[in-house]
């Protein structure tokens, strides 16, 4: 069974920064893609970034390029999320999500429960 | 970037009817290499994570059940119910991973009427 399990969820200020993480289990971890998806609360689904499997290769949006880096460590089978110069609006839920297969980067076959990330002061 | 427009923002049936979620892309997501529509649906539920329900515009993910259906090319797409039942009660959103950024729609909410 396939298992995401978000880590790291908390309040921050603007111009703060956070790590999430996203530990998996149940498939081959390094055959896989990740993503980081995030959702404002009562409103709709955003992408936030993804990275490959096997050469790291990393893929952004403008709102949060430059910002938030994508990283894994393939030997703890953890995908993380480093948000810096947080904004109010990165307050969102953040789900962690496994991609399908290498042939649909932008899939979202499984999704873990999500973290909060509140940017207040 | 593709936008994703879907259609009504909510929709109130009755059990046993037949429920119809449009969506409309921006731009084609058909990829001319193989013929696909780089499509999905997916069906949240409240206090829950999104879940996959169609690829390929009209592939139903393992364990969706056979009253869910997919169909559209192109542009428009429609997500349909056969039969709606209480457990279908839900948000539904399609999406395009045609190309970066990977889109949204802004959601269907699906209750009984």
Request: glycine share 10%; with cysteine.
């Amino acid at each position: 069974e396939v298992r995401l399990l978000e880590s790291g969820r908390g309040l921050v200020q603007p111009g703060g920064s956070l790590r999430l993480s996203c530990a998996a289990s149940g498939f081959t971890f390094t055959n896989y893609a990740m993503s980081w998806v995030r959702q404002v609360p009562g409103k709709g689904l955003e992408w936030v970034s993804t990275i490959s499997g096997s050469d790291g290769g990393t893929f952004y949006p403008d709102s949060v390029k430059g910002r938030f880096t994508i990283s894994r460590d393939n030997s703890k089978n953890t995908a993380y999320l480093q948000m810096t110069s947080l904004r109010a609006e990165d307050t969102a839920v953040y789900y962690c999500a496994r991609i399908a297969t290498s042939a649909t980067y932008g899939l979202f076959e499984y999704w873990g429960q999500g973290a909060l990330v509140t940017v207040s002061s | 970037d593709i936008v994703m427009t879907q259609s009504p923002d909510s929709l109130a049936l009755s059990l046993g009817e037949r429920a119809s979620i449009n969506c409309k892309s921006s731009q084609t997501v058909l990829h001319s290499s193989n013929n696909k529509n780089y499509l999905a649906w997916y069906q949240q539920k409240p206090g829950q994570p999104p879940k996959l329900v169609m690829y390929w515009a009209s592939i139903r993910e393992s364990g969706v059940p056979d009253r869910f259906t997919g169909s559209g090319s192109g542009t428009d797409f429609t997500l349909t119910i056969s039969s709606l039942q209480t457990e279908d009660v839900a948000v539904y959103y399609c999406q395009q991973y045609y190309t970066t950024p990977y889109t949204f729609g802004q959601g269907t909410q699906l209750e009984i009427k």
